[in-house]
Every structure is written in C-alpha cells, then in structure tokens.
C-alpha cells in the first residue's frame, strides 16, 4: 500500500466540474481490457499502463488517479470482497454523486453500476481509503448485533 500511497494522497488537478460518466464508463472499459496477472505488492498506475497487465489492486489505483485528474471527488478506492464468501480479498472504487453512488470495478464490469443495483451479497467493503483518510467499513448488522438492545433500538 505504501508504494500507492502518493496517489492517494494527491489532489484532483482539474477543476471540481460536472464528471462525464461517459468519460468515466471509457475509463472503466479501457481497464477493463488490461489482461488480469495477479500482483503480490500494489502495482502503481505507472507500472499498470507500461506493463500493460494489472489485477484488480493495480486497475482500482489507476482508476483512482484518472478519477482524481478529471476532478472527481467523493471517490473511495475500497477493499473487500467482491462476493461474498470469496476467499479472497478484490479492490474497486465508489462513487458519490448528485445523481446517486456508483460501483466502479474495472476488473469485472465494463462500465460504472448504480450502487443500488448490486445485489447485497456483491461488493462487501472491508477498508475504504478516500484521499489520506483510511476507514474500515463496519457491518450495519453486526453492530446492531453487538450494541446492547436500549442502544441498539434508539432507547
């Protein structure tokens, strides 16, 4: 992740406008092509585009630094698991908008997807990153499960 961490870092170098999501979609379409070859350490966007193959790791961070570039904001770069059950962990991006959130997975779809429209047991976040800020995503039911009833019930 350290080696990853500038783009993160970065701030969007172009003016906060209205993002084309036919720009995004061709983005996501042109990742999508990239031949799949799973890396142990995160490939930097840079690696990506002259190595030309990338796993799901390296395609999400190039996809975070063209989104920062054309003035997205409100894009999380989020690890999980892409279905659940996987053994093992996938990356993708979110991202909020006025027009509602979106799904944008490079590695398995060839365009952006309305968050809504995934089915509950797809995309399952675990850790978000958005800029220099880290979360870790929590289970709704889980913590509802935890919270002793008066709190969990708002008494």
């Known amino acids: 992740m350290a080696r990853v961490q500038p ?3 970065s701030s969007g170098s172009a003016p906060a406008e209205e993002v084309s999501l036919a720009i995004v979609n061709r983005w996501i379409n042109k990742l999508r092509r990239v031949p799949y070859r799973y890396s142990k350490q ?3 966007p840079f690696e990506v585009s002259t190595t030309k193959t990338a796993d799901c790791k390296g395609k999400a961070i190039t996809l975070y630094e063209v989104m920062q570039a054309i003035g997205a904001k409100d894009v999380r770069l989020v690890i999980g698991k892409h279905r659940a ?3 093992f962990t996938h990356a993708w991006l979110e991202w ?3 027009d509602g959130n979106y799904v944008l ?4 779809n060839w365009r952006a997807v309305k ?3 995934q089915r509950s047991r797809k995309y399952l976040p675990l850790y978000a990153y958005e800029g220099v800020f880290a979360y870790r995503a929590v289970s709704a039911t ?3 499960e935890t919270l002793p009833r008066a709190v969990a019930s708002g008494r």
């Open 105 to 108: 997975d490079p590695t398995f």
């Open 7 to 9: 783009v993160l870092a």
């Open 115 to 117: 968050a809504e429209q």
């Open 142 to 144: 889980l913590v509802s």
């Open 42 to 44: 995160w490939m930097t």
């Open 96 to 98: 909020e908008t006025a």
């Open 85 to 87: 059950g996987d053994w």
